[in-house]
């Protein structure tokens, strides 16, 4: 003890009795009793630390349960065995940095062939991006039903070409050449929109552009794409206006890489091409659409008979823009200027009738001018389909755009059955039939109505013009002088919904005057631009048409049977109807071309034994009666 005081002496400079009396100096009753209530106040802050860590334990414990019971939404893995996942989440960082120099590849070979730097794509959010926030480039690899242009030109998209046993999908070492092979040809596709000399010319006969072959093969050679050496190139340019927002027009491009095309005739072989399709923003108000064909058979051989060269539209907001602010209100749209450039080897003349072969060889069968025109009617429609009502209702509102989606399915099922094979599908059930009459046999599995339907076809020339016919088969009035089914009566049309800017193009309900059939109405769709018109209609019964107007979700269990009358310009002179733009005196006569279709229940079994020859052979004398009784209420029963 003596020891430690000395020591503390040593360090204070104090002595032992120094320090005893200091302390004994402290003890005064007041700092003891400060004392105590310090000892009882920290023991109460210490219980109360003790019930508040109590508490957070408990947290924590809670917080940690739930924790183990998240789960990714992309994978669905528990976050709290991501440790087991690192070798997947390595590999998929891997693949990511691939793609990110395939992608790198694409900026240097577009900048490289536009002569300037791209802008790259931002990065998305897993999910579905829409229009409104996708990046401004885009190229379609696999294909979505979306809006497609099916009034004119029969465009079916599909999510896989007719022949999955030659296709097998795209395989991860073909991206990278259906990238460069999309990007590279978008600048071709620029200099034919942009550009007319030295590329495209005049035409002394009828004002159109044609391309100047030469040229453009010294331009851009291309590797021979048919072995056939009679397959020939058609490249048509033509411009026009369309009333539309600009981005809802370009988001009905971005849905297909699969496209089958028909005019509106059996006699004309469809179309069909597998293509890339290319969707770049060049500006604020300029957009480029650009198709080009891509060899996904290799190996094997495609089964296309048409091969697309670059091609597309160029889209121009003519008011800086402002029609993307009129995307929800389609009536007060304002204008695009819109240029197609078609630019196609085709091999498919020997498949055409030769009644449409000037149809097919002037490109207004399959060139610019029929998009363009196409484009024109499709969204005319979208307009009238979106806008005020210009007719008095008979019910509400919702049930005008029932009507309006129950005709366009009666449309597009009659477009179904326009493609027609050459030869009978069931020779014994043909037996007979003139070879100018197309014969098909069609199975059904729609909801509540299955069946065998038969479908026959005829076209013929009629000396008059594109609008005379129309006129002539929108009238009702004329109807008995050429629809057998009319019993030789008059009709009646109850109710009328326009769907263009023409009178003619409507659609209508329409009451027959039938003894003992005073429940069938018919729905009826008509509408007609400068190279064509179409005459749709089919028998339902009238309590279909009240379930359609009254039901709250779209009917599709309702069984439609279309027929129709076709009109095309026949591709030999001006029709009358501004459908060229020749400025040459033609001294060939004015004509049309008119198919007659018609389709009949065969049997409800779907088994093609049961097929009949009774069926078919009426439908044959019907529409072979029809085409008589048109040629003679147009006072030309001689023509061919």
């Known amino acids: 003890m003596a020891k430690k005081a000395l020591v503390l002496k040593k360090t204070t400079n104090h002595s032992v009795a120094t320090l005893r009396n200091n302390f004994n100096s402290l003890k005064t009753p007041f ?30 414990l809670a917080l940690r349960e739930s924790l183990n019971k998240v789960k990714c939404q992309g994978c669905g893995v528990s976050s709290s065995k991501a440790e087991e996942h690192q070798p997947s989440l390595h590999r998929l960082q891997v693949e990511n940095d691939k793609l990110k120099e395939e992608l790198e590849k694409v900026y240097n070979v577009l900048a490289n062939a536009m002569g300037k730097p791209v802008t790259q794509i931002p990065s998305f959010s897993p999910g579905h991006v829409s229009l409104l926030s996708m990046p401004e480039e885009k190229i379609s690899f696999q294909g979505t039903r979306g809006s497609s242009i099916d009034l004119n030109i029969a465009l079916g998209n599909s999510k896989s070409p007719p022949s999955p046993n030659q296709f097998n999908g795209i395989q991860e070492k073909d991206i990278s050449p259906m990238i460069e092979t999309a990007v590279s040809a978008v600048p071709e596709l620029l200099k034919l929109l942009q550009i007319d000399y030295p590329f495209w010319f005049k035409s002394r006969i009828d004002g159109r552009y044609v391309i100047d072959n030469c040229v453009y093969d010294w331009k851009y050679p291309k590797v021979n794409t048919s072995k056939n050496v009679l397959a020939r190139m058609e490249s048509s340019k033509v411009s026009g206006l369309v009333r539309m927002s600009a981005t809802r027009l370009v988001e009905m491009f971005l849905d297909s890489m699969y496209g089958k095309l028909h005019v509106l005739s059996p006699l004309v072989a469809p179309r069909e091409f597998f293509f890339l399709r290319y969707c770049l923003q060049l500006d604020p108000q300029s957009w480029v659409i650009m198709d080009v064909s891509y060899d996904c058979f290799k190996e094997y051989t495609s089964p296309y008979r048409c091969w697309r060269l670059p091609s597309g539209c160029m889209i121009q907001d003519l008011h800086n823009g402002k029609s993307k602010a009129r995307h929800d209100q389609p009536s007060k749209s304002v204008p695009l200027m819109v240029t197609w450039v078609e630019n196609v080897v085709a091999d498919d003349e020997s498949l055409n009738h030769p009644l449409y072969s000037e149809l097919v060889r002037s490109h207004q069968a399959y060139g610019a001018k029929r998009w363009v025109v196409t484009l024109q009617r499709m969204c005319e429609r979208i307009k009238y389909s979106m806008g005020p009502r210009t007719t008095p209702s008979h019910g509400p509102e919702g049930g005008r755009m029932k009507i309006m989606r129950l005709s366009q399915r009666m449309v597009k099922n ?21 070879s100018d009459i197309r014969i098909s046999i069609r199975k059904s599995n729609e909801e509540g109505h299955p069946g065998m339907f038969v479908c026959a076809a005829t076209s013929l020339w009629l000396p008059q013009s594109l609008q005379t016919l129309f006129n002539f088969f929108n009238d009702g009035r004329l109807r008995a002088q050429w629809d057998v089914l009319s019993n030789g009566n008059q009709t009646n049309e109850i109710a009328q919904i326009r769907v263009g800017t023409h009178p003619g193009n409507c659609i209508s309900l329409i009451q ?54 076709l009109i095309s310009v026949d591709g030999r002179s001006d029709n009358g109807t501004g459908a060229s733009s020749s400025t040459a005196t033609t001294t060939k006569s004015v004509g049309s071309l008119v198919t007659v279709v018609y389709q009949l229940l065969a049997c409800e079994d779907l088994t093609p034994q049961k097929l009949q020859k009774e069926p078919v052979a009426n439908l044959t004398a019907l529409i072979r009666t029809t085409a008589q009784k048109i040629q003679t209420a147009l006072g030309c029963s001689g023509s061919d």
């Not at 050459?422 to 043909?430: A, G, K, R, V």
């Not at 003894?515 to 005459?535: F, R």
């Open 31 to 60: 700092p003891v009793v400060g004392a105590v209530e310090y000892a009882q106040s920290g023991k109460a802050d210490m219980s109360a630390l003790r019930a508040e860590n109590e508490r957070v334990s408990r947290e924590n």
């Open 414 to 434: 009659f477009f179904a059955i326009l493609s027609m094979p050459d030869e009978p599908e069931f020779p014994n059930l043909s037996e007979g039939n003139s």
């Open 512 to 565: 027959p005057f039938i003894p003992h059939e005073q429940k069938t109405l018919i729905l009826q769709e008509s509408c007609i631009d400068s190279l064509g018109a179409l005459v749709v209609y089919a028998p339902i019964h009238s309590s279909d048409i009240n379930s359609a107007i009254n039901s709250e979700e779209n009917k599709t269990n309702i069984q439609i049977l279309p027929s129709g009358i």
